[in-house]
């Protein structure tokens, strides 16, 4: 079974967009069946300039990590998208907690919520790198969690 994690921000444009590409270029490297997806709470508001911020392409060229082509525009937030999620990240609590509030309530308190603030709070470099942090630690934790099921299912097989 395929899993899935989303990765919310404002526009699906900077942040969420690197953290998913991120994701699925590690991901891609082991045999974990899972993948990340983005989303924006507010990218139909057309804040943007092209598909993607100039920012996280870049940092995605420095480290050789290919992009699909055509690179995909933002996408808004849907609650089919919510639904559909194994695990849900919104990037910054300060900013994201009070949207989902807003937008999508009975989710709001369900999500983990990072403090990877925009750039007018954090420069690119070290909100970046904030990301690839959380983004290795989940991988770790998915790995750990499936070596504890396998373990599980392991000695129930054996008890039984």
């Keep these: 079974m395929t899993r899935s994690v989303l990765i919310i921000c404002t526009g699906n444009y900077y942040r ?30 057309g804040r943007n300039v092209g598909p993607i911020s100039s ?6 060229t420095r480290q050789g990590i290919p992009l ?11 609650e ?16 994201h907690q009070p949207m ?15 403090d990877v603030a925009d750039l007018d709070i954090t420069d690119s470099e070290n909100a970046l790198a904030a990301i690839e942090q959380k983004i290795r630690e989940i991988v770790e934790n998915i790995r750990f969690n499936l070596i504890c099921e396998s373990v599980k299912n392991s000695v129930e097989n054996y008890i039984s």
């Design 16 to 45: 969420s967009r690197y953290a998913e590409i991120y994701f699925n270029h590690l991901v891609s490297k082991t045999d974990l069946n899972w993948f990340a997806f983005s989303r924006g709470l507010e990218a139909s508001a």
């Design 80 to 95: 089919k998208d919510l639904q559909e999620a194994s695990l849900i990240i919104a990037v910054h609590r300060v900013e």
């Design 55 to 60: 920012f996280a392409l870049e940092r995605l």
């Design 68 to 78: 699909d082509k055509p690179i995909r525009f933002p996408m808004q937030l849907e």
């Design 100 to 114: 989902m509030k807003k937008y999508f309530p009975a989710w709001a308190e369900k999500i983990i919520y990072w």
